[in-house]
């Protein structure tokens, strides 16, 4: 579309007439570009529940004009990691359950050891401070002391390690699910495994030995030390995995670090009242001693020391703090 007719140089040379309008010179304007047809795209709407987005938090001032502050409950921000643990922790337990030689083993291990145990040593008694307690009763509070760390500290150093070095570990992490939930779940479950096999180990230990069963509140108490205990040595466990090098050497390592103490700890052997200082100074160093005699107070009667518990809880504190620091998701190399 040219000029008007007598225009020169977008000028309009008729008499009487100004410069020709600018909007009537060049093609004609475009059309404006049409809207969505529908609603807009939902990232993440085609995804499970559990692992959509959060709605945004949408803010307003706060009284008086001041800071603005989000509309959304707290609640809602802690109900979300709790129910992808939940969900994480599901997945785990069906994992657990699918390998039937690990989970015989872990349950049949300890109570074949308390078997063991009491065949040879168990026909006697051992002084505890002032009280005088069947051996066969001793070994069921240590077998189950022994389960826990079994279940908590050893099945998740060699797990872990085994899940890191194959890429398991890495291909969660890349997934949407966060670190902590993909541990969490890994901690509840151990924690899970260790109880029920206390459970265990206590029927059977009062069914075929007459051992005593914790109640009132010794049963208290004693749950106390069992939870503490289960989550301590489940961070301990974590915390243990950057000292593995590799997959096959997790036990090895795993079994180095339990087994002496255990030993030295009156786990396997009965301490009375004639085991010698140093063993008993060096024991009193690690949590498996502490532990140990907190469950031996529900089981067998003997005194109760919270000071046991706010050891073992320290060791847990201290494992949690290193596995923050230098837990890995990669493979090592080499």
Known sequence: MGPPRGAVDGRDR??????????????????????PRGHP????????RPDRRPPPLRRCSAPGGGVPMSTAAPSARVARPLVLTLTQLGYVNKAFWRNPARAFFTFVFPLMFLVIFTAL???????????RVKQSSYYVAAMAAFGVITACFNNLAIGMTFQRESGVLKRANGTPLPGPVFLGAQILHAMLVAVLLVVITAAFGHLAYGAHLPTGASLARFLVMLVVGAASFSALGLAMTPAIPN?????AVVNVAVLPLAFLSGIFIAFGNGVPDWILWVARIFPIRHFAVGLQAGFLGTPFAWSDVAIVAGWGLAGAA??????SWEPHAG
Not at 14 to 35: K, T
Not at 41 to 48: C, S, T, V
């Open 322 to 327: 290193i596995a923050a620091r230098f837990f």
């Open 41 to 48: 795209a939902d990232p993440g709407g085609g995804l499970p």
């Open 14 to 35: 008729r008499p009487g007439r100004g410069p020709a309008r600018a909007d009537r010179l060049g093609d004609r304007p475009r059309r404006r570009p049409r809207g």
């Open 121 to 131: 040593l168990g026909n006697g008694t051992v002084p505890l401070g002032e009280l």
């Open 247 to 251: 997959a096959d050497a997790a036990a």
